[in-house]
């Protein structure tokens, strides 16, 4: 199982990226996708999730208006467009894939670093 993130990199406050996460070694499609960040000193929190079949979203509080999560099932991939970034998104961003059946089966990716700075 493989959740690879890419996209990251140092931004102006303002600005805008797009996250992606690469997903290989697991049935794709059947997990619900979500996107995490924990900043130095912080509790990692949700930025955002999707369904497995790319229905219902949410959002952290902090995210909602800004950010915009979507996935590609035929590409195993999910998205995290940030717009409007602040200073306080500064983090480092994780991909996490879960389906809860009769177990819970949970993944992450290595995380990539996000800086607003100008």
């Not at 992606?20 to 930025?47: D, H, I, N, T």
């Not at 497995?52 to 991939?77: E, H, P, Q, V």
């Amino acid at each position: 199982v493989q959740l690879v993130e890419s996209g990251g990199g140092l931004v102006q406050p303002g600005g805008s990226l797009r996250l992606s996460c690469a997903a290989s070694g697991f049935a794709f499609s059947s997990y619900a996708m979500s996107w995490y960040r924990q900043a130095p000193g912080k509790e990692r929190e949700l930025v955002a999730g999707i369904g497995s079949g790319g229905g219902g979203t949410n959002y952290g509080d902090s995210m909602k208006g800004r950010f915009t999560i979507s996935r590609d099932n035929a590409k195993n991939t999910v998205y995290l467009q940030m717009n409007s970034l602040k200073p306080e998104d500064t983090a480092v961003y994780y991909c996490n894939a879960r389906r809860v059946a009769m177990t819970t089966e949970d993944y992450w990716g290595q995380g990539t670093q996000v800086t607003v700075a100008s």
